[in-house]
T-cell receptor, first 117, second 114 residues
Framework: IAGITQAPTSQILAAGRRMTLRCTQDMRHNAMYWYRQDLGLGLRLIHYSNTAGTTGKGEVPDGYSVSRANTDDFPLTLASAVPSQTSVYFC????????????????FGPGTRLTVL | AQSVTQLGSHVSVSEGALVLLRCNYSSSVPPYLFWYVQYPNQGLQLLLKYTSAATLVKGINGFEAEFKKSETSFHLTKPSAHMSDAAEYFCAVSSYSGNTPLVFGKGTRLSVIA
């Protein structure tokens, strides 16, 4: 089934450790996004990529980095995790090339629940 | 800058009653508007979207929303709530200018009481 996969499903991590959250889509969408979801704050954009080879900062980029080496993969890295990065992380993708009817509609992965102790 | 305000972090309705979830947006350009639903421990899935065609938009599971430019609103409704509608609902806005990321509201948790 086409869609977005995220790994791991959940992770408990010691503060100071490096962690990479993986995201892969098989829909050939040109744009991909990373959000974090926190209770009472909704979804906040961390980083995004409009096309392979380009990335941009969202609302809460500090402490996170991304890369977009190809169309399908968009990993999110926490270089040195801190407890405030405890959250549920969602990857999403969208494809403006498919026409106005789906313009900016985003498809979401199942999420990664990260706990930093 | 675009923004979305969802009135009410938690709404509770009886089974069979009308569901009304409120969303107001702010945008300096014509907006695209979306409602997403999130069931427990799942990702978000699209309920419906407004992309400047009909102002009354019908979505999945019997939900609909009406775009009212004069009120800058895009409220979500369903005539009769079902237990399976219990979930978190997010309103989001983007602009007609390429792959601009969505801006989400803080969400409204809908509870349905038997």
């Amino acid at each position: 089934i086409a869609g977005i996969t995220q790994a791991p499903t959940s992770q408990i991590l010691a503060a100071g450790r490096r962690m990479t959250l993986r995201c892969t889509q098989d829909m050939r969408h040109n744009a991909m996004y990373w959000y974090r979801q926190d209770l009472g704050l909704g979804l906040r954009l961390i980083h995004y990529s409009n096309t392979a080879g380009t990335t941009g900062k969202g609302e809460v980029p500090d402490g996170y980095s991304v890369s977009r080496a190809n169309t399908d993969d968009f990993p999110l890295t926490l270089a040195s995790a801190v407890p405030s990065q405890t959250s549920v992380y969602f990857c999403a993708s969208s494809d403006s090339a498919s026409g106005l009817s789906s313009y900016n509609e985003q498809f979401f992965g199942p999420g990664t629940r990260l706990t930093v102790l | 800058a675009q923004s979305v305000t969802q009135l009410g972090s938690h709404v509770s309705v009886s089974e069979g009653a009308l569901v009304l979830l409120r969303c107001n947006y702010s945008s300096s350009v014509p907006p695209y508007l979306f409602w997403y639903v999130q069931y427990p421990n799942q990702g978000l899935q699209l309920l419906l979207k407004y992309t400047s065609a009909a102002t009354l938009v019908k979505g999945i599971n019997g939900f609909e929303a009406e775009f009212k430019k004069s009120e800058t609103s895009f409220h979500l409704t369903k005539p009769s709530a079902h237990m399976s509608d219990a979930a978190e609902y997010f309103c989001a806005v983007s602009s007609y200018s390429g792959n601009t990321p969505l801006v989400f509201g803080k969400g409204t948790r809908l509870s349905v009481i038997a």
